[in-house]
């Protein structure tokens, strides 16, 4: 079974730095494949964050970035703010089964 | 900003059909992929299904493969959804493709709004 996982929460204070991390196994996220990161405030439709394991959508602030290594990727928030509270979800693709996946999701709370 | 809108989703019987439809601003509507993703109520994202800018090959999920259609035209793109079930309750959304698709380098850079379709008698 393809799968990406996310940690179901991560929490912090105000100014903190938090990270999301994202595991991929068979066929996913151990190759050249890329992890895209989407931010979705409940109610709302997501949106995208972050492209290519690390390019920036336009008008995302410089406190969001991503990175990738091996098996591995992550998400990082720098000087937490309390519109960032929200659920983060990534995003790769199996070449096997040639399906995207989402990972399962990250509940983001500002303490 | 490109603007996604969809639209379309409703309340149907089970085993009902459903047909929801995308649109996108912009020009060169031809030139992206076109996806819709899920998600049902209190659950994560899943993606449902894709179409090449071109229209000329379509992906989809197994989950709803032999039962959904996606397609598109100039202007819009489409999902026709049969066999419909409680388990295909959930938001749609319709979202913009980019990278080159389907591989590991596409991703979705513009989402519609979503639209509800609900699966109950």
């Known amino acids: 079974q393809s799968v990406l996982t996310q940690p179901p929460s991560v929490s912090g204070a105000p100014g903190q730095r938090v990270t999301i991390s994202c595991t991929g196994s068979g066929s996913i996220i151990g190759t050249d494949y890329h992890v895209h990161w989407y931010q979705q405030i409940p109610g709302t439709a997501p949106r995208l964050l972050i492209s290519g394991n690390n390019n920036r959508r336009s008008g995302v602030p410089d406190r969001f970035s991503g990175s990738k290594s091996g098996t591995s990727a992550s998400l990082a928030i720098t000087g937490l703010q309390a519109e960032d509270e929200a659920d983060y979800y990534c995003q790769s693709y199996d070449s096997r089964l040639s399906v995207v996946l989402f990972g399962g999701g990250t509940r983001l709370t500002v303490l | 900003d490109v603007q996604v809108v969809d639209s379309g989703g409703d309340l149907v019987q089970p085993g009902g059909s459903l047909r929801l439809s995308c649109a996108a601003s912009g020009s060169h509507f031809s030139s992206y992929a076109m996806t819709w993703v899920r998600q049902a109520p209190g659950k994560g994202l899943e993606w449902v299904a894709g179409?090449?800018?071109?229209?000329?090959h379509t992906y989809y999920a197994e989950s709803v493969k032999g039962r959904f259609i996606i397609s598109r035209d100039s202007s819009t793109a489409a999902l026709e959804m049969n066999g419909l079930g409680a388990e295909d309750t959930a938001i749609y959304y319709c979202a913009r493709s980019s990278g080159t698709y389907l591989s590991g380098y596409t991703w979705f850079d513009s989402w519609g709004q979503g639209t509800p379709v609900t699966v109950a008698s």
């Open positions: 179409i090449t800018g071109s229209g000329d």
